[in-house]
């Protein structure tokens, strides 16, 4: 793809993404069938909650992550680096959108090299992982790393995207050896992220065994690229065939329980559909350990890092107040509550 048509594209998935219907139709994230049981005795200071945590050997003030939005256009440039600086303050992890336009295109590089305003929290750059079948390889997934001075690379997971998408790359066959061959050159960390559509445990399993250090599940319940690339589309026929798509994909709760059961130690991140504190609170309960928000924070993304700031200090709050909820202090005490009901199961009942 040309440079301008890059840019192009982005810019259009920005634009989308603020104004347009871009959720799936009758598709949740599955988390509102998880409830908390009121502690009304929690016997902790408020004050003395703490969210904090580590990811990718770094420290975090809170189990958060700024999921990959975008890159590679003058929009995003401005994104990206409102996040990076929010991030930076609050402590927060942060992903980059695709890099491949990093390789591509001179410009906007801006729009990815955001490590001067986030010198010291994990830094996650992104390559679709279908581009290992279209020339790209371990040398240019180092480049990346390089280049952004990443703590880790995604590999991302999007096969709906690329076939709504009129440009779209559809050759996704046996990619998973060259993912491997690029866990085994590579000098940080690998993880894999869908979109939107979701990892099953199947496929996270198959993913560890070839090398991949961390999942991000990136669920169903949020954003739905297929109904972006919908929008986008001038082809009739793609966009007719997305209506049949509008409800695909795997609940983000259901993704989480199911790579969970698959993969008890590797770090999961949980993203697809999160808006709030509670959100975040409810997967941290059932085996996510570091969750990532995307459009909850696009549109403050557009104004100020003061804007960034505001909405990452309310998610924030809002998990301190569901663990002075329950009587959690920290993170640990949340994760092994038994002050949870799922599915109208209470693991108070039960465990006594």
């Not at 995307?294 to 890092?305: G, H, I, N, P």
């Not at 960034?308 to 994760?335: N, P, R, S, Y």
Request: charged content about 25%; hydrophobic content about 40%.
């Amino acid at each position: 793809m040309t440079e301008q048509g890059i840019n192009k594209r982005k810019t259009e998935h920005i634009r989308l993404c603020l104004t347009d219907q871009v959720e799936g139709v009758n598709k949740s994230t599955g988390l509102e069938g998880i409830s908390f049981i009121h502690n009304a005795l929690p016997e902790i200071n408020f004050n003395d909650i703490s969210i904090e945590t580590s990811f990718l050997n770094k420290s975090l003030g809170a189990p958060f992550l700024v999921s990959s939005m975008t890159g590679g256009s003058e929009l995003a440039t401005e994104i990206n680096q409102n996040l990076a600086v929010a991030a930076e303050e609050r402590k927060w992890a942060i992903a980059l959108g695709s890099t491949r336009a990093l390789l591509e295109s001179d410009k906007h590089q801006d729009s990815f090299l955001i490590r001067k305003q986030a010198p010291t929290v994990p830094l996650i750059a992104n390559l679709g992982a279908v581009q290992l079948n279209y020339g790209y390889g371990a040398e240019e997934a180092q480049r990346i790393v390089d280049m952004t001075e990443a703590d880790a690379l995604y590999l991302h997971l999007n096969t709906l995207q690329e076939v709504i998408q009129d440009e779209g790359d559809l050759n996704f066959d046996t990619l998973l050896p060259k993912i491997e061959a690029v866990c085994k050159a590579l000098s940080v960390p690998v993880g894999v992220k869908e979109v939107g559509f979701g990892i099953d445990g199947t496929v996270a399993k198959q993913l560890a065994d070839v090398g991949i250090s961390f999942i991000d599940v990136a669920g169903a319940g949020g954003t739905s690229w297929s109904q972006v690339e919908k929008l986008r589309s001038k082809d009739p026929l793609r966009k007719a065939a997305a209506e049949a798509f509008n409800n695909w994909g795997i609940p983000t709760k259901d993704c989480i329980v199911s790579v969970r059961s698959k993969l008890e130690d590797s770090p999961l991140v949980a993203s697809g559909g999160m808006k709030t504190g509670l959100d975040a609170a409810k997967a941290l309960t059932i085996g996510a350990d570091v969750i990532g928000f995307a459009r909850s924070l696009l549109q403050a993304a557009t104004e100020s890092v003061e804007a960034v700031l505001q909405v990452m200090e309310q998610i924030e709050f809002e998990l301190k107040i569901t663990m002075f909820g329950i009587g959690a202090k920290d993170l640990t005490e949340l994760k092994n509550t038994n002050r949870v009901s799922i599915m109208g199961r209470s693991l108070l009942d039960e465990q006594g």
